[in-house]
């Protein structure tokens, strides 16, 4: 069965640091993969989307995430981190149908950032 | 174009009572997902409509209903509150549904229940 796990449900980094949200995935089958952002008390923004058509993939506000088949990874980075970034982040898998939904998603992590 | 709008924004409810949550999608899409987020639990899918008729359904009680009008406008139901369903209530919509699209949030509802 497909899942999404997220190491570490808090990190914190100080402004103009790199951020490293890390994100693990089991399929059975060739993923897509997402990552959401969500600020307090706001819906699901979409950050980026893998869909194999390149393993590294860039999103909105400076961030990339790289598709790893051999680590079954797709973590998200931001060379360096504002202020603005700090909120919560989602990973998650996309599976057509079922009980789960189309979109599993991870546990979350909060990103916090020290000025 | 406009993105999902939900309404209302907040609600507060009494146990027992049963409550109505509506969800507008982005224009031209057919495909409405509504989750509930809580602190514990995190984001659990509830149900998904396609053209008018619930596709796929997650592990939630009968309590726990929705529906899909002919413009792709979506409502979910909620009988016989109870605390535990306190909750952010989200809804996604897409073009199609399908694996490779893209899911895109409204605000999503805050429900409490006292």
């Known amino acids: 069965a497909q899942s999404v796990t997220q190491l570490g449900s808090h990190v914190s980094v100080s402004e103009g640091a790199l951020v490293l949200l890390r994100c693990n995935y089991s399929?059975?089958?060739?993923?897509?993969l997402f990552w959401y952002v969500q600020y307090p008390n706001q819906g699901l923004q979409l950050l980026l989307k893998?869909?194999?058509?390149?393993?590294l993939v860039k999103g909105i506000n400076g961030f990339e995430a790289e598709f790893k088949k051999s680590e079954t990874s797709f973590h998200l980075t931001k060379p360096s981190a504002h202020m603005s970034d700090a909120a919560e982040y989602f990973c998650a898998v996309s599976l057509y149908g079922g009980s789960q939904g189309n979109l599993i998603f991870g546990k979350g992590t909060k990103l916090s950032v020290k000025p | 174009k406009a993105g999902v709008t939900q309404t209302p924004r907040y609600l507060i409810k009494t146990r027992g009572q049963q409550v109505t949550l509506s969800c507008s999608p982005i224009?031209?899409?057919?495909?409405v997902s509504w989750y509930q987020q809580t602190p514990g639990q995190g984001l659990q899918f509830l149900f998904e409509y396609f053209s008018e008729t619930q596709r796929n359904k997650g592990n939630f009680p009968g309590r726990f209903s929705g529906r899909q009008f002919s413009n792709s406008r979506s409502e979910m139901n909620v009988s016989t509150l109870e605390l535990g369903d306190s909750a952010l209530y989200l809804c996604?919509?897409?073009?199609?549904?399908?694996?490779?699209?893209?899911?895109?949030f409204g605000p999503g509802t805050r429900l409490t229940v006292l």
């Open positions: 996604a919509s897409s073009l199609d549904g399908v694996v490779a699209d893209t899911q895109y």
């Open positions: 224009s031209g899409h057919r495909s």
């Open positions: 893998y869909t194999s058509a390149a393993t």
């Open positions: 399929s059975s089958v060739p993923p897509y």
